[in-house]
């Protein structure tokens, strides 16, 4: 992908320690962890219907406003309709800033964006934008469709998106030509058009792959809500709020196992691979990726059906009801792997919006800014961060996963029912890690 692609992980001569250290250290911290929550958590600490505060009433009134809810709909349209005339308009060039919206601010944006105000995708997206213009202009009831959406579906039609978001990004030869993203978005845009006018809104809050990836990520962050009000939670007791659907394992698997392989496939043993085979390498990266995303998905169906269950819960349920530990690696991850690519290239994108057409103009004021590479001269800060990141995900999913066992799995298998889990973790770790020095 050029210079868009530049994800860039600090590799092990950038560590201070040798990689053996990092690894076993941040094996260490997963098993000491789950001793010390063996023996101090023995009982569930969190409840949808009674964790968090409720917030100060002017916050409260504030974001539940109809105000600030056109307000972030106006500017997110108007930002939409800006980069979409950079899309359609622009020149052919990887200095086009739709390239660096739509990869860099859009898809790596959302986490820290996310984690920082819930989830601004949904108050933010254009489909979800024109769907409720479209249902005011119809007479339609707004959020209602023409049909009930399938609860059956869950999640999967979201797994889909974001499959071919990845792929998009990851395998496709010429996925920073202008012509083959537009494509993409188009064909986005009408499925979530002609998914709302069937099955209502509720279609984009489970088949969009953006406001599902972001309502996932906002799941760490301190804000929620209970009957209607908000609350501050903290992100462990928001993210327990999680409600388990079909595909949410897919959802998750895509997204961490489609991290891993960004790693994978530009180290030395894939690259020579690739190099031996006389077939385009899109084939084998396509495989390759599927490969990681249904190994992620296999080791963590597995590893949560490797237990006792109560006769309450059916055991081929316990791995959508467990996927939500995965959230917080999948966080780790990407803050490891995408941190330099984000902080440079999105100030690089910052800049090109000033200059939509490359006609030298200015529009936002930005275009005279330059980039800090403040993180790239200081490779060790970054590559330990890279690693503490990785290490907590692991640590904060094996908490959430420890008190949703201590929930469901009955006594006598509320411990020796998360080692299974706990050993999918310790692998998750070593493998990312690996990844981690590797690259």
Request: hydrophobic share 50%; charged share 10%; glycine share 10%.
């Given at each position: 992908?050029?210079?868009?692609?530049?994800?860039?992980?600090?590799?092990?001569?950038?560590?201070?320690?040798?990689?053996?250290?990092?690894?076993?250290?941040?094996?260490?911290?997963?098993?000491?962890?789950?001793?010390?929550?063996?023996?101090?958590?023995?009982?569930?600490?969190?409840?949808?219907?009674?964790?968090?505060?409720?917030?100060?009433?002017?916050?409260?009134?504030?974001?539940?406003?109809?105000?600030?809810?056109?307000?972030?709909?106006?500017?997110?349209?108007?930002?939409?309709?800006?980069?979409?005339?950079?899309?359609?308009?622009?020149?052919?060039?990887?200095?086009?800033?739709?390239?660096?919206?739509?990869?860099?601010?859009?898809?790596?944006?959302?986490?820290?964006?996310?984690?920082?105000?819930?989830?601004?995708?949904?108050?933010?997206?254009?489909?979800?934008?024109?769907?409720?213009?479209?249902?005011?202009?119809?007479?339609?009831?707004?959020?209602?469709?023409?049909?009930?959406?399938?609860?059956?579906?869950?999640?999967?039609?979201?797994?889909?998106?974001?499959?071919?978001?990845?792929?998009?990004?990851?395998?496709?030869?010429?996925?920073?030509?202008?012509?083959?993203?537009?494509?993409?978005?188009?064909?986005?845009?009408?499925?979530?058009?002609?998914?709302?006018?069937?099955?209502?809104?509720?279609?984009?809050?489970?088949?969009?792959?953006?406001?599902?990836?972001?309502?996932?990520?906002?799941?760490?962050?301190?804000?929620?809500?209970?009957?209607?009000?908000?609350?501050?939670?903290?992100?462990?007791a928001n993210l327990d709020t999680l409600v388990a659907r079909p595909g949410l394992v897919a959802v998750v698997a895509v997204l961490f196992g489609s991290t891993a392989f960004d790693s994978f496939r530009e180290s030395t043993a894939w690259l020579g691979v690739v190099q031996e085979m006389s077939l385009p390498r899109?084939?084998?990266?396509?495989?390759?990726?599927?490969?990681?995303?249904?190994?992620?998905?296999?080791?963590?169906?597995?590893?949560?059906?490797?237990?006792?269950?109560?006769?309450?819960?059916?055991?081929?349920?316990?791995?959508?009801?467990?996927?939500?530990?995965?959230?917080?690696?999948?966080?780790?991850?990407?803050?490891?792997?995408?941190?330099?690519?984000?902080?440079?290239?999105?100030?690089?994108?910052?800049?090109?919006?000033?200059?939509?057409?490359?006609?030298?103009?200015?529009?936002?004021?930005?275009?005279?800014?330059?980039?800090?590479?403040?993180?790239?001269?200081?490779?060790?800060?970054?590559?330990?961060?890279?690693?503490?990141?990785?290490?907590?995900?692991?640590?904060?999913?094996?908490?959430?996963?420890?008190?949703?066992?201590?929930?469901?799995?009955?006594?006598?298998?509320?411990?020796?029912?998360?080692?299974?889990?706990?050993?999918?973790?310790?692998?998750?770790?070593?493998?990312?890690?690996?990844?981690?020095?590797?690259?």
């Open positions: 992908m050029g210079s868009i692609s530049a994800h860039g992980l600090g590799g092990a001569k950038d560590l201070p320690i040798p990689s053996e250290l990092a690894i076993a250290g941040a094996v260490a911290a997963l098993v000491i962890s789950f001793t010390v929550l063996a023996v101090a958590w023995r009982e569930p600490r969190y409840d949808p219907a009674t964790s968090g505060r409720p917030a100060p009433q002017w916050l409260d009134r504030l974001v539940s406003s109809t105000a600030l809810a056109v307000a972030a709909r106006v500017l997110g349209m108007a930002f939409f309709l800006y980069v979409g005339a950079a899309a359609v308009f622009g020149q052919d060039t990887l200095i086009n800033p739709f390239l660096g919206t739509f990869y860099v601010l859009l898809w790596v944006g959302l986490v820290p964006a996310s984690l920082l105000l819930g989830p601004v995708f949904r108050a933010i997206s254009p489909a979800r934008t024109i769907s409720m213009l479209f249902a005011k202009v119809s007479g339609v009831p707004e959020g209602e469709g023409l049909y009930a959406y399938p609860a059956r579906l869950g999640y999967w039609p979201a797994a889909a998106g974001l499959f071919s978001f990845v792929w998009l990004e990851l395998v496709y030869p010429s996925s920073t030509d202008l012509g083959p993203v537009r494509l993409w978005c188009a064909a986005y845009l009408g499925t979530m058009f002609v998914g709302s006018a069937l099955f209502g809104t509720t279609f984009l809050a489970r088949a969009d792959p953006f406001e599902v990836y972001s309502s996932l990520v906002a799941k760490l962050s301190i804000w929620g809500r209970r009957q209607g009000r908000l609350v501050l939670r903290s992100p462990l899109v084939l084998p990266d396509t495989l390759a990726l599927v490969a990681f995303s249904g190994g992620v998905a296999l080791v963590l169906t597995a590893a949560t059906m490797a237990t006792g269950v109560s006769s309450g819960t059916p055991r081929r349920a316990l791995p959508d009801l467990f996927a939500h530990s995965v959230v917080p690696i999948i966080v780790g991850y990407i803050v490891a792997h995408y941190l330099t690519y984000f902080v440079e290239y999105g100030q690089q994108t910052i800049i090109q919006l000033s200059d939509p057409f490359t006609r030298g103009d200015d529009y936002l004021g930005t275009a005279d800014l330059q980039v800090n590479y403040w993180l790239s001269m200081h490779p060790t800060f970054l590559a330990v961060s890279k690693v503490v990141a990785v290490a907590l995900g692991h640590v904060v999913g094996v908490v959430a996963a420890h008190d949703r066992a201590i929930k469901l799995l009955p006594r006598r298998h509320q411990l020796t029912g998360q080692l299974p889990l706990l050993v999918a973790m310790v692998g998750f770790t070593v493998g990312g890690l690996y990844l981690l020095f590797a690259a």
